[in-house]
T-cell receptor
Framework: AQTVTQSQPEMSVQEAETVTLSCTYD???????LFWYKQPPSRQMILVIR??????QNATENRFSVNFQKAAKSFSLKISDSQLGDTAMYFC?????????????FGTGTSLTVIP | ETGVTQSPTHLIKTRGQQVTLRCSSQ?????VSWYQQALGQGPQFIFQ???????GRGNFPPRFSGLQFPNYSSELNVNALELDDSALYLC??????????????FGPGTRLTVL
């Protein structure tokens, strides 16, 4: 069974600083997708960044980047130049595509607070 | 472009009742997924529908069922409600089930309370 683990329930960072959120996953699959989602207090989930497992290059979206270590099954999110609007719950997610139907797994989340 | 919408926003039911939650997918999206998010937890995958057919199911009992309509909107039905069904139910749509077009866009959710 696939599992996604986020070992940091809460984190805080000073505005303009950099913070890294950790995520590890367990799978025997070779083809899969990884995601980081942000859920602000207003609760609508927003995609932050995605990574295809077959791509070696780490995904980057503006201030957000990932460190994807496939062998170690690690997928951390780095937020640079943190802004107050980055305060939210962050979820790491894993998707396993399959002919029998896709499966999605989310971690328990990391609550990030950006301090002015 | 209209985003994913869900109705109702909040709902209160009693144990044993049945409930139907609704989701309108983003324009052009043919795939809809449903999640249950208990308080303080990550979303749990219930099932996915692609072109009106179920295309993957998580570890939920058969009393959780769904439908997808020709316009790709979707319903989640839960029978014989239990107290543990109290949660935020999220709907997400995507252009395709997987691949580069499989990126999911979430709705605001329906908060279900079972008394």
């Amino acid at each position: 069974a696939q599992t996604v683990t986020q070992s940091q329930p809460e984190m805080s960072v000073q505005e303009a600083e950099t913070v890294t959120l950790s995520c590890t996953y367990d799978t025997s699959e070779n083809n899969y997708y990884l995601f980081w989602y942000k859920q602000p207090p207003s609760r609508q989930m927003i995609l932050v960044i995605r990574q295809e497992a077959y791509k070696q290059q780490n995904a980057t979206e503006n201030r957000f980047s990932v460190n994807f270590q496939k062998a170690a099954k690690s997928f951390s999110l780095k937020i640079s130049d943190s802004q107050l609007g980055d305060t939210a719950m962050y979820f790491c997610a894993f998707m396993k595509p399959a002919n029998t139907g896709n499966q999605f797994y989310f971690g328990t989340g990391t609550s990030l607070t950006v301090i002015p | 472009e209209t985003g994913v919408t869900q109705s109702p926003t909040h709902l209160i039911k009693t144990r044993g009742q049945q409930v139907t939650l609704r989701c309108s997918s983003q324009s052009g999206h043919n795939t809809v997924s449903w999640y249950q998010q208990a308080l303080g937890q990550g979303p749990q995958f219930i099932f996915q529908y692609y072109r009106e057919e179920e295309n993957g199911r998580g570890n939920f009992p058969p009393r959780f069922s769904g439908l997808q309509f020709p316009n790709y909107s979707s319903e989640l039905n839960v029978n014989a409600l239990e107290l543990d069904d109290s949660a935020l139910y999220l709907c997400a749509s995507s252009l395709a089930p997987t691949g580069a077009q499989g990126t999911q866009y979430f709705g605001p959710g329906t908060r279900l309370t079972v008394l």
